[in-house]
């Protein structure tokens, strides 16, 4: 995406922004993000319900939950690309249609396909919503701090609206309907598309890009089929599926970066990755947002299979981990003024670590304590890797930083619920089994895989800061 990075020139809109317009801007972005995160855990609420309706096999029911981040994941390099040659507001437009649609189709299922089929169009709106929502304010806000609280704002409002979901969802399910809980967007989304349609200043690149079907087609298969692979893993009836999908994912993956390196203008630069600030931090990002939504998914369906707890009650439960979160995202940064960078980021993963073993150690399930910890740590881990991807990528490169970064935080997001999901599924006596039943020892799997990720990231962000004082 070195295409918006370079120095081709941008067509801007033609006169310096009103503060208020730049309010306006940043409340519908901030109504619509906020919204766009519920999308991704908000239906955990109602999957008993949707799984009874509509004949959803737990495997379908793992689809519905994680299909919405995976697509958002998989297109915001191509929506990013899209906007850039067409005009961002013009993409960020289609993208509330699309999701709008989407919100439609889903709500309205009455079978499993069209059900994933319109949460996989939920996805392909967030990822144009995403995509022009970043471009937009790197054109719309011309000083560093205003992107930085611009870019701060958007992160926050995502992370909000994704911890609050489960409690929106059991709302809409027992005061209303299943099906309201993707209506709820149709006029909230309505009413964002009119005001964008008026206050969002158009720009594009004035050299756009040309779409290369093989960059888009690699990244593609590539990723579905390590997403595939992640799907069948545990099935004993394909034995041959899931090592087969990951040569594919392996080969897809080989074949992009290939291509990447005889671009003029790359798709994605992925010299990037060569810096290992950049790449610890996108690894961060997708290991923290992977466990905080895989969590959240289970404990949603650990409580909802309990008789004790209303769908309401469930989201009410899981409040500390969604407030956490928040204040860690927004306290975190601020805190850099007093605290080195990499010793807040090594609290931040000892805390998600800490909480996520908490989460399956103590009697109650879950226990304030351990969600408050999780997200905390959750929260100061974002946001700090989020600050150090983008400020380790040279100026000439913030799109293709900002592209990997927003890809960071779908992917980790949907691959966090599959991968917790299919190990739950596993251990839940195959597919015909209660998820709930499994949530345990997944929840214990993802606690073990991301404390040892998460000591391992400290020791360098510490290692890094060593060197950088010898010097």
Same mark, same amino acid.
């Given at each position: 995406? $070195? ?14 922004? $009103? ?8 409340? !519908? ?21 949707? =799984? ?11 689809? =519905? ?15 990013? !690309?899209?906007?850039? %040659?067409?005009?961002?507001? %013009? ?64 992160? #926050? ?49 004035? =050299? ?11 990244? =593609? ?13 545990? %099935? ?119 909480? $996520?073993?908490? !989460? ?19 929260? #100061? ?15 000439? %490169? ?69 060197? !950088?004082?010898?010097?």
């Amino acid at each position: 995406m $070195s295409h918006s990075t370079q120095s081709a020139p941008l067509r801007h809109h033609d006169e310096p922004l $009103s503060f208020a317009r730049v309010c306006a801007i940043l409340a !519908v972005f901030t109504v619509v993000l906020i919204f766009g995160g519920t999308d991704m855990t908000k239906v955990a609420a109602a999957l008993p319900e949707l =799984t009874e309706r509509l004949s959803l096999s737990p495997l379908q029911a793992l689809w =519905t939950a994680d299909a919405y981040a995976l697509t958002t994941g998989v297109a915001i390099i191509p929506s990013a !690309v899209l906007a850039d %040659r067409y005009g961002r507001k %013009r993409a960020y437009t289609a993208g509330l249609c699309v999701a709008l649609v989407s919100a439609v189709i889903a709500g309205a299922a009455t079978g499993p396909a069209m059900l994933i089929a319109g949460r996989i169009g939920q996805g392909i709106g967030s990822a144009l919503l995403i995509a022009a929502t970043v471009a937009i304010i790197r054109v719309s806000f011309p000083t560093l701090r205003s992107r930085s609280v611009a870019y701060g704002l958007w992160v #926050t409002s995502f992370s909000a609206g994704t911890g609050l979901g489960p409690l929106l969802g059991g709302v809409l399910l027992e005061e209303l309907s299943r099906s309201w809980i993707f209506w709820i967007n149709v006029p909230v989304f309505g009413l964002c598309l009119i005001a964008a349609s008026l206050v969002l200043p158009e720009s594009r690149n004035t =050299t756009p890009p040309k779409l290369d079907p093989l960059s888009i087609a690699t990244s =593609t298969v590539g990723l579905g089929a390590l997403i595939l692979a992640l799907k069948v893993i545990t %099935r004993d009836d394909l034995p041959a599926a899931a090592p087969a999908l990951l040569i594919g994912s392996a080969t897809a993956g080989v074949v992009f970066c290939w291509r990447q390196t005889r671009l003029r203008r790359p798709y994605l630069d992925i010299t990037l990755f060569k810096n290992p600030v950049l790449s610890v931090s996108a690894l961060s990002i997708v290991a923290t947002s992977g466990l905080f939504n895989g969590t959240l998914y289970l404990l949603t369906q650990q409580l909802l299979s309990e008789d004790t707890h209303t769908a309401i009650s469930a989201g009410v439960a899981l409040l500390p981990l969604a407030a956490a979160s928040m204040a860690g995202g927004i306290l975190a940064p601020q805190l850099t003024r007093w605290i080195a960078e990499p010793h807040l980021l090594t609290a931040g993963f000892l805390s998600t670590s800490l909480g $996520s073993l908490l !989460v399956i150690s103590l009697p109650q399930t879950p226990h304030p304590l351990s969600l408050i910890l999780l997200g905390l740590g959750a929260g #100061t881990v974002m946001a700090l890797a989020s600050n150090a991807l983008m400020s380790s990528a040279p100026t000439t %490169r913030t799109a293709d930083a900002g592209a990997i970064q927003e890809s960071s935080f779908a992917l980790g997001g949907g691959i966090g619920i599959a991968a917790l999901g299919v190990i739950a599924l596993h251990y839940s006596a195959g597919q015909e089994g209660d998820l709930a039943t499994g949530a345990h020892t997944a929840l214990g799997a993802g606690a073990f895989l991301y404390s040892t990720f998460g000591i391992g990231a400290a020791l360098m962000a510490l290692g890094q800061q060593r060197s !950088v004082h010898r010097r």
